[in-house]
C-alpha cells in the first residue's frame, strides 16, 4: 500500500515529491542453525514482515546559481512471524535486517561563476545513516549492529572552458571529508573473534581532468 504526492510550486523552483507506505511479506528467507551442530544451517521461506515508512525528494532552486536537494526516508521494520525448522514460534528470536530507522542526504549545488571562460561550481553533500542490525538474529544484535554515521562529501570543479574546438574540465574532490570511521557490515560466529567487521572506505580525495570534442 503506498500513498504519494508530486507536486512543482514556486513557479517550478521547488519540486517535492513523497509518499508513505506499507508493506507485507511472507514465505521469507530465514536462516536456521540445525541442532547439534555448531554452524551448519538450513533456508526455509518460514517468516512475515512488516515495513512501513515514509520517503521524500525535495529539491529547491534558491537562486538562480544554488540549488539545494535533500532526500529523507523513515523506516519501522518487524519480523512479526518466524516457524523453526521444527515449526516452533521462534518469531523473538528475529530482527529485521539493514533496516535504519531514518536516513537522509542533502546536498548543496553552487555556480559560482557561470563566463565564456567556463562554469565554476562547488557541490557538498552530507549523508547520515542511523544505527541498523548487521544480522537477521536477534541473540546477536550486541556483535551485528551497525552505529550510525555521517559523512560529508565535496567537490570543488572548473567546466566548460573552451579549449582547441572542445571544452577542458577539471574537477578536485574528497569523500568522507571528516575521516569517519564507519562500518558496512559486520560477521559475527567467528571461531575465533565475537564479530568481524567490513569498514567504509576512509577520506579518499583527488583531482578528475577531461576533455570532450
Excluded at 37 to 53: L, R, S, Y
Excluded at 59 to 74: E, I, Q, S, V
Amino acid at each position: 500500500m503506498e500513498l504519494g504526492i508530486k507536486s512543482e510550486l514556486m513557479d517550478r523552483r521547488l519540486r517535492i515529491n513523497a509518499d508513505i507506505f506499507k508493506s507485507v511479506y511472507s514465505d521469507m528467507q530465514l536462516n536456521f542453525i540445525l541442532d547439534g551442530t555448531v554452524a551448519d544451517t538450513k533456508i526455509t521461506n518460514a517468516g512475515e514482515a512488516e515495513m512501513q515508512g515514509l520517503e521524500a525528494d525535495i529539491t529547491f532552486m534558491a537562486t538562480r546559481n544554488l540549488l539545494l536537494m535533500l532526500n529523507y526516508a523513515y523506516l519501522d521494520a518487524e519480523v512479526t512471524k518466524a516457524r523453526d525448522v521444527n515449526g516452533q514460534d521462534v518469531s523473538d528470536q528475529f530482527v529485521f535486517f539493514a533496516a535504519p530507522e531514518q536516513s537522509y542526504t542533502a546536498v548543496a549545488d553552487w555556480t559560482i561563476a557561470d563566463a565564456d571562460w567556463g562554469r565554476l561550481g562547488l557541490n557538498v553533500s552530507y549523508n547520515y545513516m542511523d544505527e541498523r542490525n548487521g544480522g537477521s538474529r536477534a541473540e546477536n544484535v550486541k556483535n551485528t549492529q551497525l552505529r550510525q554515521y555521517e559523512l560529508v562529501n565535496a567537490r570543488f570543479s572548473l567546466a566548460d572552458v573552451p579549449l582547441a574546438g572542445g571544452r577542458l574540465g577539471a574537477g578536485l574532490w574528497a569523500k568522507n571529508l571528516l575521516d569517519e570511521e564507519y562500518e558496512l557490515t559486520a560477521v559475527d560466529n567467528l571461531p575465533s573473534a565475537d564479530r568481524s567487521v567490513i569498514w567504509g572506505e576512509p577520506r579518499t580525495y583527488g583531482i578528475d581532468v577531461f576533455y570532450e570534442y
